[in-house]
């Protein structure tokens, strides 16, 4: 008897126990959690032109012609047009404050973003610079990704699950009790995250002066991409 009681105490203390009933026999909740990290094999950059002219007309051309010329050069870097958006153009007048604080108009301003899915990484240093060359005004953000991404979700997931089962054999064995079947699944999380290496700043580039720079290129790729699953699960216990 005091082996039941100390098997409920201990294993029923999860906070994963509020979200579901559990059953009325032995059981024991667990957690399993999983990460696989993998490199990533493509890039979407969401990129901003911004001009302002005296007139608007004028403004719209100017954006025009730079959109231009970036969708022209793409095909050195292996751009399809199916990896291309580009969004509306929108011109507005483009406010300032005077000396007394009161907004005056001072021409024109038009802005487009577009949208390049980059596939081969090792052309993005190449590709963030012929984007400035031609008129960029903010590389808003880049975003390495994996092709193979639900493999990689569905990996951290079984070895989720298998961390669950294999927690959950532990414990029940450390109170001389066996495993027993599943009794429900409660929940599951899946998710990827990425992050850079020594370039924390990557993911917002503006531009703010000469658009010369001889500094060397940096490097854009981060270590990993992480998918990471969780899942939380109610086995049934069996006591001899």
């Avoid at 957690?31 to 911004?50: N, Q, S």
């Avoid at 025009?64 to 011109?91: P, T």
């Avoid at 450390?174 to 599943?182: P, T």
């Amino acid at each position: 008897m005091m082996l039941k009681s100390l098997l409920l105490l201990v294993l029923c203390t999860s906070s994963a126990m509020a979200a579901t009933s559990l059953p009325d026999n032995r059981h024991i909740v667990v957690k399993g959690e999983a990460v696989v990290r993998t490199a990533p094999d493509r890039a979407d950059i969401t990129l901003e032109f911004e001009t302002v002219k005296a007139e608007s007309v004028q403004a719209k051309q100017q954006v025009d012609a730079q959109v231009n010329e970036l969708l022209a050069g793409l095909y050195k870097f292996s751009v399809d047009e199916k990896s291309i958006s580009a969004g509306r153009i929108f011109v507005e007048p483009n406010m300032r404050y005077d000396e007394n604080d009161n907004q005056v108009k001072d021409g024109f301003r038009a802005t487009r973003k577009v949208k390049v899915s980059l596939k081969k990484l090792s052309l993005l240093d190449g590709f963030l610079n012929f984007a400035l060359k031609v008129g960029v005004n903010q590389i808003d953000q880049i975003q390495l990704l994996s092709t193979k991404a639900s493999d990689y979700e569905q990996a951290a997931l079984d070895k989720a699950v298998a961390n669950a089962k294999q927690q959950g054999s532990r414990l029940a064995s450390a109170f001389e009790a066996k495993l027993g079947r599943v009794y429900s699944i409660q929940s599951q999380e899946v998710g990827s995250h990425f992050g850079y290496g020594s370039n924390s700043n990557i993911e917002r580039i503006m531009v703010t002066g000469s658009r010369i720079n001889t500094v060397p290129e940096g490097k854009y790729l981060q270590e990993s991409i992480t998918f990471r699953a969780s899942v939380n699960v109610v086995f049934d216990l069996m006591v001899e």
